[in-house]
């Protein structure tokens, strides 16, 4: 079975300052893996995907993942906090199904908060 | 427009009382999906639709039954009410199988049920 490890529950950065937040995923096959983030009493919104393409993943809003295969991580970084990106990220691995779709499993999520 | 719609927004109700969540897109998606929230922001998957079938089950108590009248809608029902029910019911969408295991979700904005 597939799975995905967040690191840290909670990240608190200053605006401006460089953000990571860390996902391990364990997979005995080449993973399909997902950063999704959700804004207070929002839904979820991809910020990035890999799909065994570039190993690094450029996403929405300044953000991109890079897949390191050595280290099984799939960490997701931004150079520079704004005020805006305080949220919960969610890592998530995908499985595609037989029947068409796929089944994503997700982290636990990390909540991110971003101080003036 | 909005791609994955869900209603209500809210719903309060007694333990015992039967209810449903309706989901409906307009992104002409084959696969629909219905994820639970925890209190602890833990998400999982419940069930997966493709063209009206069911895909997925996981292990969801039978109070839970999933309907789909057409490929652009899936709907839930939960009888019998419980206080562990409360959560945030999330609604998905995605294609099929165009390319296999890497299809985007789009979630939909999330139903908050809490059972008083």
């Known amino acids: 079975a597939q799975s995905v490890t967040q690191l840290d529950s909670h990240v608190s950065v200053s605006e401006g300052t460089p953000v990571l937040l860390r996902c391990n995923y364990s997979?005995?096959?080449?993973?399909?893996l997902f950063w999704y983030v959700q804004h207070p009493n929002k839904g979820l919104q991809l910020l990035l995907k890999?799909?065994?393409?570039?190993?690094l993943v450029k996403g929405i809003n300044g953000f991109e993942a890079e897949f390191k295969k050595s280290e099984t991580s799939f960490h997701l970084t931004k150079p520079s906090a704004h005020m805006s990106d305080a949220a919960e990220y969610f890592c998530?691995?995908?499985?595609?199904?037989?029947?068409?779709?796929?089944?994503?499993?997700f982290g636990t999520g990390t909540q991110l908060k971003v101080e003036l | 427009d909005t791609a994955v719609s869900q209603t209500p927004k809210y719903l309060v109700t007694q333990m015992g009382n039967d209810k449903s969540i309706k989901c409906e897109q307009n992104?002409?998606?084959?696969?629909m999906y219905w994820y639970k929230q925890d209190s602890k922001k833990f998400l999982k998957i419940m069930f997966s639709?493709?063209?009206?079938?069911?895909?997925i089950n996981e292990t969801v108590p039978n109070r839970f039954s999933p309907k789909s009248p057409d490929k652009a809608h899936l709907n839930l029902h939960i009888n019998s009410l419980e206080l562990g029910d409360s959560a945030v019911y999330f609604c998905?969408?995605?294609?099929?199988?165009?390319?296999?295991?890497?299809?985007?979700?789009?979630f939909g904005p999330g139903t908050r049920l809490l059972v008083l």
């Open positions: 998530v691995v995908s499985e595609g199904l037989t029947g068409g779709g796929n089944k994503l499993t």
């Open positions: 639709y493709n063209n009206k079938e069911l895909i």
């Open positions: 890999y799909t065994s393409a570039a190993t």
């Open positions: 998905a969408s995605s294609h099929a199988l165009i390319d296999r295991g890497k299809e985007t979700q789009y």
């Open positions: 997979s005995s096959y080449s993973p399909s």
């Open positions: 992104l002409g998606h084959d696969t």
